[in-house]
C-alpha cells in the first residue's frame, strides 16, 4: 500500500499521516496517547483540536521546519491568538464517536522511541456527540480552515438546554448570521439548529445573559 505523507514533528514523536492533493474535508482520530486530553484529536497543518465530552480546544502550531511568521507566511497565517476553547454547558458529557471512516490512517511514535510505535490509527470525517443533550446531537465536520459545530434535533425542546461557553474569542456573525469564532488559522462556525432531515429550525445561536451562546 503506497501512501502520500508529510511528516509532522509534534514534541512527541513523528507522526507521519495519509495525505491527499487539494482541498479535501478535515479529518478526525482518537486520542491513543498523542495528545495530552480529549477523547478525538484533529491536527491539521496549521491548528490542532481537541475533542473531549465537555470541552473541545483549539490552538495554532507551527510545523518543525517552519522559519516563523514572516513574509508571505506571515500574511497567510495572521497575527498570534490565543487558544480558543468551546465548552459544552449543560452536556451530558458522553464522549464523541467517529462517524464516515476515511481511507487514511495514522502511524506514530512518542520521544523518538520505537517501542511507543502505534499504527493504523483511524481516520473520521466527523463526529458526534449523541444526545449531549435531551434529543439533541451535536455533529462536528468541516473543510480545510472552517469547522462546523452543528446540532441535530429529534425533540427541539431539548435546545433550551444546550449552550456553549466561548473561551479565547468573542462570537461574531457572518453574513448568513450564523454565529463564529474567528482565529488565524480559520473560524469555528456555529450554524442554527436542524432536525434529523435537515432541515432548518427558526433561530439562532445569541448571547444570552450568562455569557453562553443559546438557540433563540
Known amino acids: ?12 514523536g513523528a507522526l507521519t499521516r495519509a495525505g491527499a492533493s487539494g482541498a479535501h ?10 495528545f495530552a486530553e480529549g477523547a ?20 495554532a502550531k507551527t510545523l518543525v521546519g517552519d522559519p516563523g511568521p514572516t513574509g508571505a507566511s506571515a500574511a497567510r497565517r495572521g497575527p498570534a491568538q490565543p487558544d480558543l476553547a468551546l465548552s459544552l454547558v ?23 522511541d520505537p517501542k511507543t510505535f502505534i499504527r493504523n490509527t483511524p481516520h473520521f470525517y466527523r463526529l458526534r456527540y449523541s444526545e449531549a443533550w435531551p ?13 462546523e459545530v452543528a446540532t441535530v434535533c429529534s425533540d427541539a425542546s431539548g435546545l433550551a438546554a444546550a449552550g456553549f461557553l466561548c473561551h479565547g474569542a468573542a462570537a461574531g456573525r457572518d453574513r448568513q448570521g450564523h454565529a463564529v469564532l474567528a482565529a488565524s488559522w480559520g473560524r469555528i462556525v456555529l450554524p442554527p439548529a ?19 451562546l443559546r438557540f433563540a
Open 194 to 212: 436542524r432536525d434529523p432531515g435537515g432541515r432548518t429550525l427558526s433561530g439562532a445561536w445569541r448571547l444570552d445573559g450568562d455569557g453562553a
Open 1 to 12: 500500500m503506497e501512501f502520500s505523507r508529510r511528516v509532522l514533528l509534534l514534541g512527541l
Open 25 to 34: 474535508a478535515l479529518y478526525f482520530e482518537p486520542n491513543r496517547g498523542q
Open 40 to 59: 478525538f484529536g484533529s491536527d491539521q497543518e496549521y491548528w490542532q483540536g481537541l475533542f473531549g465530552a465537555s470541552r473541545m480546544r483549539f490552538q
Open 135 to 147: 434529543g439533541v446531537d451535536l455533529v462536528v465536520r468541516g473543510w480545510e480552515g472552517s469547522l
Open 90 to 112: 449543560g452536556a451530558a458529557e458522553r464522549a464523541p464517536v467517529g462517524e464516515d471512516k476515511r481511507q487514511g490512517r495514522s502511524d506514530y511514535y512518542f520521544h523518538g
